[in-house]
């Protein structure tokens, strides 16, 4: 009696051993072992590739026993957190092209080597798993959260999609890393451009937030350049609209100017009122050469009166002086 109770503790230390040593491990589900490889490859995915479709090269490979079990050593792992995928291969060619029309043959998750993750035997060849990463965690709940949107339908409306989206990110979603794998996902969709163009705040703040995280720059390698392209064709864009509306303003104070001369030249002829009968007679005398003083003798007036006279007759035919006056005679 004694001696099983000391069996049954030194296989559950074993096994939390083994568990420690290992932060992935759990079962892969074959229902016709002899179409697959028995053996599962660990990748390390490079969010800024399409995490759906991207194969990373293989850092690892654990062979599966009889029962379907494997199990990666903790080692493999980064202290931080990263996007991971497990996949198993078809043995042919054939069989590839077959079954990757009908059964998804990898898992991806999120994970560091202080976690833990394990799947559980099912039905699919990746069933659910448990695991106590809290980015992997939020990132599932992301997944049921995009699963109600079917992207491919002809009711499919984008922008009450991106609205929705980024009020889920901003409010439901605190974990950085999980933020970009969202907004990856749009850009996959191509709606990553519609979305900065019409948030180009939250996007420069989001990136802010990023370069201040442990993160390495290399995850948010994509949105870096994206917003960069964007914010450059914004600024081309507005250098473009000032140029066109300096033109534009350049054109209408020209325009306005030359109507203004036109105004005041017309305004000018306009006002030429004709001459008086005293004043014609001192015009035809200036014309004649005669001086203010013989002009006031001759018409028995004060020179004052001569000077004013010729004021008003300089003043109706808009000119200056005599030259002008002999020159319109």
């Known amino acids: 009696m004694k001696f099983k109770h000391f069996l049954v503790i030194v296989l559950g230390f074993l096994s939390i051993v083994s568990f420690g040593q290992n ?32 194969h990373s090269e ?15 050593d903790k080692e493999l792992f980064a202290i931080k957190n990263n996007v991971y995928k497990l996949h198993i291969n078809p043995l042919s060619s054939v069989e590839k092209k077959i079954i990757s029309n009908t059964i998804k043959n990898y898992k991806l998750f ?6 833990r993750i394990f799947f559980k035997k099912g039905s699919t060849l990746f069933t659910d798993y448990t695991t106590n990463n809290k980015a992997d965690i939020e990132w599932q709940k992301l997944k ?7 992207i491919q339908s002809n009711n ?13 990110v901003k409010d439901s979603l605190h974990i950085l890393l999980v933020k970009l794998i969202s907004i990856k996902k749009l850009d996959d969709q191509q709606l990553l451009e519609t979305d900065i163009k019409a948030n180009p705040k939250y996007y420069l703040n989001l990136l802010d937030e990023l370069k201040s995280s442990d993160l390495d720059p290399k995850t948010y390698q994509y949105l870096e350049s994206k917003l960069a392209f964007m914010t450059q ?14 033109g534009v303003a350049i054109v209408v104070i020209l325009a306005l100017f030359f109507v203004i001369v036109r105004y005041r030249k017309n305004s000018k ?19 004649s ?7 006031a003798n001759e018409l028995f007036i004060s020179l004052s009166t001569v000077k004013t006279h010729i004021t008003n007759i300089y003043s109706k035919l808009n000119i200056n002086n005599r030259q002008e006056l002999l020159l319109r005679k």
Do not use: C, M
């Not at 999120?110 to 976690?115: A, E, G, Q, T, Y």
């Not at 049921?144 to 079917?150: L, M, R, S, T, V």
């Not at 002829?269 to 014309?287: F, G, T």
């Open 156 to 168: 499919f409306d984008p922008k009450q999609y991106l609205l929705e989206t980024r009020g889920y």
């Open 144 to 150: 049921k959260f995009e699963a109600k949107y079917d």
């Open 110 to 115: 999120i994970l560091s080597k202080r976690d």
């Open 23 to 54: 932060p992935v491990s759990g079962y892969v589900n074959l229902d016709h072992p002899e179409v697959w490889e028995q053996k599962v490859h660990l990748s390390k995915v490079d969010i800024n590739n399409k995490t759906e479709v991207h």
């Open 233 to 246: 064709q914004i600024t081309d864009r507005k250098y473009t609209i000032s140029l066109w509306t300096n």
């Open 289 to 295: 050469g005669k001086t203010n003083k013989e002009i």
């Open 269 to 287: 002829s306009d006002s030429n009122i004709p001459l008086s009968k005293q004043e014609i007679a001192i015009k035809e005398l200036i014309v």
């Open 58 to 72: 293989i850092i690892a490979s654990a062979l599966l026993n009889k029962d379907g079990f494997f199990a990666f």
